[in-house]
């Protein structure tokens, strides 16, 4: 888009150019963090330089390392501007032990995208006390 194509031919000769551009959304956790025993910072991204992104829900969830799941909260849908980053505070009931997070930008799966599949932040790695 907003780029120009040369072309190099014969004077007097007709050229004629046309293209198309097809793209979608694509959501991504950027960044997930927990801030407190109660509280995470979330950041998630619009990677598609072109289209926006129709309302979603984020879902975070903090589990525990040994397995279950200790709490889920639903974020507001919301919607991203194309290539658009936002942060988010999250607050839930006050943890203890070796807890990490799970996140996925668009959990219900309400945006057609590029690529569904990078909406996952899994910290299950890097289990923390």
Not at 65 to 84: H, I
Not at 91 to 98: A, H, I, L, Y
Request: negative net charge; proline residues 5%.
């Amino acid at each position: 888009p907003n780029q120009a194509v040369q072309v190099i031919g014969k004077p007097g000769n007709g050229y004629q150019c046309s293209s198309n551009f097809l793209t979608s959304p694509d959501l991504t956790v950027k960044k997930a963090q927990l801030a407190t025993w109660s509280s995470a910072t979330i950041e998630v991204q619009n990677l598609d330089a072109w289209v926006d992104a129709n309302p979603s829900v984020t879902r975070v969830e903090v589990m525990s390392c040994s397995g279950p799941t200790l709490a889920t909260v639903d974020l507001a849908p919301t919607s991203f501007a194309k290539g658009q980053t936002k942060s988010f505070s999250v607050e839930f009931p006050q943890q203890s032990g070796k807890i990490y997070l799970r996140v996925r930008a668009d959990q219900g799966g309400s945006v057609k995208e590029r690529n569904e599949t990078n909406n996952l932040w899994d910290d299950m790695d890097t289990c923390i006390h």
